[in-house]
């Protein structure tokens, strides 16, 4: 499961780029109960969203060429400049950086061989989320994947995450775990696009998982906010009932009401 004992890579944080930051601000805050926490005209009205005074991710307005509103995962690194040559020597494509920010940190905007994005953080004075896996808050990070062989390969040199397959209906599930890390330390997962999902569109992309108190419950209010259903609401035995959605920008994003021991 994932902590704030952030190791390298490890999921560190998270923020949404939208095309209308206040409208945004207001569908989570709402859906999630989050507030926002302006860092102001010279961050490039950045915000952080906060859960009862604790950092849950960030906002702010798209900055890429042609960027589409995505929430984008960041990864702990011990040093940034080092991890985006590995990303450069394991074929993936570096969009910015590594850059500093402030006093914050310093980091990479970075694109993996199947044309998923991510980004990597090396902490400074900001080391990452201050709440993970309680309700309203990140729990799971899960890579919807055009090639996961290669994915793997990829991820494997640049992180050195472990890998576990396993099944998951017709499909094979790959759960990841940083270094050293033990059966209880999932931090995320790799999944096969479905021909649907190719047919529709949708390409290689990280999707951040937030648990809440009762996902279908959270549907109905997305849907009511503006958001949309991507896939629907569906139960797996000893993981949860989770759905993905997408917000009214088309940021997509999912929700997991997860198992509790005795399910």
Not at 67 to 74: L, R, S
Not at 187 to 212: C, K, N, R
């Amino acid at each position: 499961m994932l902590t704030t004992d952030f190791v390298p890579g490890s999921p560190i944080w998270l923020d949404l780029g939208s095309p209308d930051p206040g409208a945004s601000r207001d569908f989570y805050s709402a859906l999630f109960g989050w507030s926002l926490d302006s860092a102001g005209p010279e961050a490039g009205d950045y915000g952080f969203f906060r859960l009862d005074d604790r950092a849950v991710g960030g906002l702010g307005p798209l900055t890429e060429e042609r960027a589409a509103p995505a929430w984008t995962v960041y990864f702990a690194t011990e040093d940034a400049d080092d991890t985006t040559a590995r990303v450069r020597r394991a074929g993936g494509d570096v969009r910015f950086g590594p850059v500093d920010v402030f006093g914050h940190g310093r980091m990479s905007g970075l694109t993996d061989p199947t044309g998923a994005q991510f980004a990597v953080w090396q902490a400074r004075d900001t080391g990452g989320l201050g709440a993970v896996t309680i309700p309203n808050s990140l729990c799971w990070t899960e890579l919807l994947s055009a090639d996961p062989a290669a994915a793997k390969d990829f991820y494997r040199s640049v992180f050195g995450w472990q890998e576990q397959d396993v099944p998951f209906g017709e499909a094979t599930y790959t759960v990841l775990t940083p270094i050293g890390g033990g059966t209880s330390s999932g931090q995320g997962g790799i999944m096969q696009l479905t021909a649907d999902q190719a047919a529709a569109g949708l390409g290689s992309h990280w999707l951040p998982y937030f648990e809440v108190p009762d996902a279908d419950a959270t549907i109905a209010k997305a849907r009511q906010l503006g958001g949309a259903v991507r896939a629907p609401a569906r139960n797996a035995h000893g993981v949860g009932r989770f759905a993905q959605l997408i917000d009214p920008h088309g940021a997509p994003f999912a929700v997991i009401t997860s198992a509790g021991p005795a399910d």
